[in-house]
Each structure stands twice: as C-alpha cells, then as structure tokens.
C-alpha cells in the first residue's frame, strides 16, 4: 500500500549546523512531494515542494533533493536557527490523487543556540 | 487573502454523540480536504471535495462523512464519537487548477476531544 517512511524522529542540532530529514516513499506513481512545517499548537505550512520531473529544489536556506529510481527524498536546512526549531512532515501524492498526501511520521527538529 | 478557517477551535463531545466541524477555504479555492493529526497515526486523509463532489476518499469507517456546498465551503461529521476520535481535524484548501496536485494550505483545525 500506499506509504512513507521518514527518519530522524528526532534531531537535535546546535545553531548554525545543517539538518537533513529523508524519507523514502513506496507508490512507484507519486509524483509530488511537499515538506510541511508545523510549530507547536500551530498548523502545517508548506516550507518547499517539488515534483518528481526536477531533481532538486531550493529556496535560501532549505533545499529538497529527489531520487525517483531509490523513492527518497530529502530535507536539507543549512545555517539553522532556533526559530526552525518545529516538526517537519514529508509527503508523497501522485497524479490524480485528488491531493491525497501520504504522510511521513514526522521529525522533531531542535535548533540549541 | 484570508487563510484557511476553521470552526469551532475546540470541541468536546461525549462518546455516542455526533459533530459538525466547519471549513472555510482561501477565496478562490475549490478543492478542500480534510485530515485527522493524532500522536499516535500522523496525519491521515480523510476525504476530498472538488465542485460539491467527494472525489477521494481514505481509510475511515462510514462514520465520517463531509459534504461541499457551492460556495466551496465544507463541513464535515463524525457520528456515533467513540475515545478514538479524539484528534486535530484539519482542513485544507487548494488551487486545484487540473491535472497537477496543487500546494494544500492547512486551516488552524478544530481540537475534538471525546470523553
């Protein structure tokens, strides 16, 4: 079935260091893949997303890198903050899905000054 | 541009009873989806509407239902509540301008605690 794994759960960094989040999809026909940002008792917010014909996305300080022939995807934040400090979800949706986002478990990202 | 809304923010529900939640999506939107954030499933679909018409549909029993009016705005309705369901209901709007998935911007939700 449909599904997506992402690892860390959890990831601590000091300020200024780069976080990476993966995860690895199983539908062979998802063709997007969205990164949201959700701050304690807040919504989600999309951060980034990219489709599965660019191999690689970014926006300042976060980039999204994609391998369609592994099914990974990945979350780069370099020079990071304590306000990045929040819990990052992947997910993966294929075409025709009706924006049905498969999503990834989550990982809780602390940024220590 | 307004966001998403939703109403009410918090609900609490006795188990047996039903609920009505409220979605709002951003002006222009047509397609709202919903989904249950729990700490021990993630985030999980629910259901999608596009035009008044359900067009995707997840893993729920019958007992969650939604509907779409013409305006675009959506509800949705948990019958028979049982301790399950107590979750984060979120709504989400987008674009939808046909063919591509379009970004989702999620509303605040609507905290449902069944006791």
């Known amino acids: 079935g449909e599904n997506v794994e992402q690892h860390p759960s959890t990831l601590s960094v000091q300020e200024g260091d780069s976080a990476v989040i993966k995860c690895t999809y199983s539908?062979?026909?998802?063709?997007?893949f969205p990164w949201y940002k959700q701050e304690l008792g807040k919504r989600p917010q999309l951060i980034i997303d990219?489709?599965?014909?660019?191999g690689e996305k970014k926006d300042q300080r976060i980039a999204v890198t994609l391998n369609k022939t592994a099914k990974h995807f990945s979350l780069h934040i370099t020079e990071t903050q304590p306000e990045d400090s929040a819990v990052y979800f992947c997910a993966a949706s294929r075409s025709g899905g009706y924006n049905k986002l498969i999503f990834g478990a989550g990982t809780r990202l602390a940024v220590h000054p | 541009k307004a966001g998403v809304t939703q109403t009410p923010r918090y609900l609490i529900k006795t188990r047996g009873q039903q609920v009505t939640l409220s979605c709002s999506p951003i002006s222009g939107h047509r397609s709202v989806s919903w989904y249950q954030q729990t700490p021990g499933q993630g985030l999980q679909f629910l259901f999608e509407y596009f035009s008044e018409t359900q067009r995707n549909k997840g893993n729920f029993p019958g007992r969650f239902s939604g509907r779409q009016f013409s305006n675009s705005r959506s509800e949705m309705n948990v019958s028979t509540l049982e301790l399950g369901d107590s979750a984060l209901y979120l709504c989400?709007?987008?674009?939808?301008?046909?063919?591509?998935?379009?970004?989702?911007?999620f509303g605040n939700g609507t905290r449902l605690t069944v006791t």
């Open positions: 989400a709007s987008s674009l939808d301008q046909g063919g591509n998935n379009s970004p989702l911007h």
């Open positions: 990219i489709r599965s014909n660019v």
């Open positions: 539908d062979s026909a998802s063709n997007y």
